[in-house]
T-cell receptor, first 109, second 116 residues
Framework: QKEVEQDPGPLSVPEGAIVSLNCTYS??????FMWYRQYSRKGPELLMY????GNKEDGRFTAQVDKSSKYISLFIRDSQPSDSATYLC?????????FGSGTRLSIRP | NAGVTQTPKFRVLKTGQSMTLLCAQD?????MYWYRQDPGMGLRLIHY???????AKGEVPDGYNVSRLKKQNFLLGLESAAPSQTSVYFC???????????????FGDGTRLSIL
């Protein structure tokens, strides 16, 4: 079993839709949670970082963590074609970081 | 402000050849990382450095060496390239993380390496 599981997609939604991206993890030792966005042929860029259960909002993006279920989510409101990218979740403890394999998202105009 | 710059962007090697990938950052970050990204496997940490003159092994260090002689530069070396090292290599940097041991913040745009 992988330490972090992420549906690879691809996920295609119309412009303006709410997007939900998810990851599950297996080890409760992981306490820090990140979401990265990666455009084609570019490096990842850090979108959101959180270390507690609950929601964290930044503009159109909301990161949600449920430690009891070992489930993390990224919601994108009012999705735009410029949001089309691969989204990577990452979980970290004091000694290691594990990345999900990424979900490819496409926003249709 | 260039951020993190990787050179070269593309390279094709023959099995057994050696090469060095260069990463440079201009943000005065303490932490630097080398990752490889393969389809379906996500990013995997090869080596990292928590400051000038220090290096440590990550998840997949075999076949690679690193050096951090200057704070702004982090070099990744392949001593004897193998086809299994065909991948996209990313360098990243971050200031000293708050809490999480590894929180890469700024990535370069990668080096696409093919080993024939």
């Amino acid at each position: 079993q992988k330490e972090v599981e992420q549906d690879p997609g691809p996920l295609s939604v119309p412009e303006g839709a709410i997007v939900s991206l998810n990851c599950t993890y297996s080890n409760s030792a992981f306490q820090y949670f990140m979401w990265y966005r990666q455009y084609s042929r570019k490096g990842p860029e850090l979108l959101m970082y959180t270390y507690s259960s609950g929601n964290k909002e930044d503009g159109r993006f909301t990161a949600q963590v449920d430690k009891s279920s070992k489930y993390i989510s990224l919601f994108i409101r009012d999705s735009q074609p410029s949001d089309s990218a691969t989204y990577l979740c990452a979980i970290s403890s004091a000694s290691k970081i594990i990345f999900g394999s990424g979900t490819r998202l496409s926003i249709r105009p | 402000n260039a951020g993190v710059t990787q050179t070269p962007k593309f390279r094709v090697l023959k099995t057994g050849q050696s090469m060095t990938l260069l990463c440079a950052q201009d943000m005065n970050h303490e932490y630097m990382y080398w990752y490889r990204q393969d389809p379906g496997m996500g990013l995997r940490l090869i080596h990292y450095s928590v400051g000038e003159g220090t290096t440590a092994k990550g998840e997949v260090p075999d076949g690679y060496n690193v050096s951090r002689l200057k704070k702004q530069n982090f070099l990744l070396g392949l001593e004897s390239a193998a086809p299994s090292q065909t991948s996209v290599y990313f360098c990243a940097s971050s200031p000293e993380p708050q809490g999480a041991a590894y929180q890469p913040q700024h990535f370069g745009d990668g080096t696409r390496l093919s080993i024939l």
